[in-house]
């Protein structure tokens, strides 16, 4: 059974960085696309950033320049670098992985404090 967890969230000062992780458990392929979605309280869950296997990525305009993402396709890693992090951006973070069906992690949370 193949299991996300993310890693690096907590509570930051505005203009602050974080460093999200997410780790692969169960599985013995690599992903096909992956991703980071956020969702803040009463709020829909967003896309914020994506990333193919090839390594092509696209971000949500509101963190266009401040995030980025990567990942390792060897350990099935993802991670999302956030700098410049806003007030706006406080949410649940979840990671995302598709291979034949999504997966997804249970989310760490991400404060910023103005």
């Known amino acids: 059974q193949v299991h996300l967890v993310e890693s690096g969230g907590g509570l930051v000062q505005s203009g602050g960085s974080l460093r999200l992780s997410c780790t692969a458990s169960g599985i013995i392929f690599s992903f096909d696309q992956m991703a980071w979605y956020r969702q803040a309280p009463g709020k829909q869950r967003e896309l914020v950033a994506h990333?193919?296997?090839?390594?092509?990525?696209n971000y949500a305009d509101s963190v266009q320049g401040r995030f980025t993402i990567s990942r390792d396709n060897a350990k099935n890693a993802l991670y999302l670098e956030m700098n410049s992090l806003k007030p706006e951006d406080t949410a649940i973070y979840y990671c995302?992985?598709?291979?034949?069906?999504?997966?997804w992690g249970q989310g760490t949370q991400v404060t910023v404090s103005s």
């Open positions: 990333i193919t296997s090839g390594g092509d990525t």
């Open positions: 995302n992985a598709i291979k034949w069906m999504a997966y």
